[in-house]
């Protein structure tokens, strides 16, 4: 069920973020919060980037059981370490006001 509601806030208008374009104030949301999160399970990350260029940013109207989702984020994530930093693939979702609600980052 889930993966259906998923799939649905993705296909809908989805835009890519070019250099030139302005990021939504949403993806710093998603950075910030993804950053805690990743930092309460492996303190050696220093800090988190999205690949602005490679994002997909898709306005959503829709509900995971009764709460209300307004955004989808995906795109490439680079979790600085002390070792090589990596690419991961991220989920953010967003509700309302702006609101982080779910980060999900890819292991490599």
């Known amino acids: 069920m889930r993966y259906a509601i998923l799939s649905a806030i993705l296909t809908s208008t989805i835009m890519t973020v070019s250099a030139h374009a302005q990021v939504p104030e949403e993806v710093e949301s998603c950075r910030l919060a993804g950053l805690v999160a990743l930092k ?18 898709s306005k959503a109207n829709t509900k995971v059981e009764d709460t209300p989702v307004k ?19 991220f989920v953010c979702l967003i509700g309302e006001k702006g609101k982080v609600l779910l980060t999900f980052f890819t292991e490599q």
């Open 40 to 57: 309460e399970r492996s303190p050696a990350i220093k800090d988190l980037t999205f690949d602005i260029d490679g994002l997909a940013i």
């Open 71 to 89: 955004m989808g984020i995906m795109g490439d994530a680079y979790l600085q370490r002390e070792k090589t930093d990596k690419p991961n693939r």
